[in-house]
């Protein structure tokens, strides 16, 4: 899923373009190759994670799909910056990042899931790129939060109006409509994102992007194992009937989504502006369109065009209006 205008992201050690990960090295401003890398990778990655995710829970439940995912990615991790001599984290930066990580991971990514088993893959990335516009409303609601100006009012009606659209709640799924319950599960989710989000940018716990995005993929990843449960997907399991080719979808999510993406996304969120970050909500629906159009035939219509179109001038609107605004 993706996306807070107010959080950071993380990328692993890429080539010389890599921060310093050796413990206790002081943060220093990354390079513009760095940064390049860094939007390039959010952009491809989690534009392609929701076609991945879609083949995925095709042949795994959800929930438990998505825990394995996080947990191996955050041990993995977490392994690697102990050896590179990082400190143990303390009992702070545990509690502050499993209750992001729960937001992010178990209310975010958690709906996705669950909704691609109904919303095809570009729809899901579309109704997701609205996200913005509840990260400003969560910022509004945040003590001491600024109130939305007028424009950026507009913004969320048109923005509103795209997703009403694209949703078409007037017609059934068999004449050309959604699943309700996939487009509510979605938009629960970025509400959820948001939260976490802004939490993250307030909350105090001192553990470096590296450390902050392995502890929020284990709390997360442990998050989505107990919601596993009671939805019965252990017992839905079967892995017998797991195909080579939602193996190497889940692969692809561990390596690459989680590993490498929100690494990334929570890197960028500390070294670059919040509404630069927010591009990749602009890029990821286009990449998650044409990649299920290509290569699971999902269709692209003409609603879908105009939707998606109003749905990103919303969100181009509102980050534009937002990084005018001055700071009070």
Not at 142 to 152: D, H, I, K, L
Not at 255 to 274: E, I, N, Q, Y
Request: proline share 6%; with cysteine.
């Amino acid at each position: 899923m993706k996306s807070s205008l107010e959080r950071g992201t993380g990328k692993l050690p890429v080539l010389s373009a890599t921060p310093d990960l050796s413990a206790g090295s002081p943060p220093s401003a990354p390079t513009g190759a760095q940064l390049v890398l860094a939007f390039t990778a959010i952009y491809l990655i989690w534009g392609s994670t929701y076609l991945a995710i879609r083949v995925a829970v095709g042949a795994m439940p959800p929930f438990l799909m998505a825990s394995v995912r996080f947990l191996i990615a955050g041990t993995l991790l977490l392994t690697f910056l102990k050896l590179r001599g990082a400190a143990w984290p303390t009992a702070q930066q545990w509690r502050a990042n499993v209750i992001i990580g729960t937001f992010l991971l178990l209310g975010g990514n958690g709906s996705v899931v669950w909704a691609e088993q109904y919303v095809p893959s570009g729809i899901t990335a579309l109704l997701i790129g609205v996200s913005p516009l509840f990260i400003v409303l969560t910022e509004w609601a945040w003590p001491g939060g600024s109130r939305p100006g007028a424009v950026t009012f507009g913004a969320l009606l048109l923005g509103f109006a795209g997703v009403t659209w694209l949703a078409a709640p007037w017609q059934t799924a068999s004449h050309g409509g959604l699943h309700l319950g996939g487009v509510a599960a979605i938009l629960l989710g970025c509400v959820s994102w948001g939260v976490g989000s802004i939490y993250s940018r307030h909350a105090k716990h001192g553990a470096d992007s590296f450390v902050a995005s392995a502890l929020q993929m284990l709390g997360g990843g442990a998050a989505l194992l107990l919601a596993a449960i009671p939805h019965g997907d252990f017992a839905a399991l079967d892995t017998a009937a797991i195909t080579p080719r939602a193996w190497g979808a889940f692969a692809y999510l561990v390596a690459v989504g989680s590993l490498v993406g929100f690494s990334t996304f929570v890197w960028l969120m500390k070294h670059s502006t919040p509404a630069r970050v927010a591009t990749y909500a602009y890029v990821n629906p286009i990449v998650a369109v044409f990649l299920g159009w290509i290569l699971l035939d999902e269709p692209i219509t003409p609603r879908t065009l105009v939707a998606s179109a109003i749905i990103v001038a919303a969100v181009a609107i509102i980050t534009t209006e937002k990084s005018r605004r001055p700071k009070a």
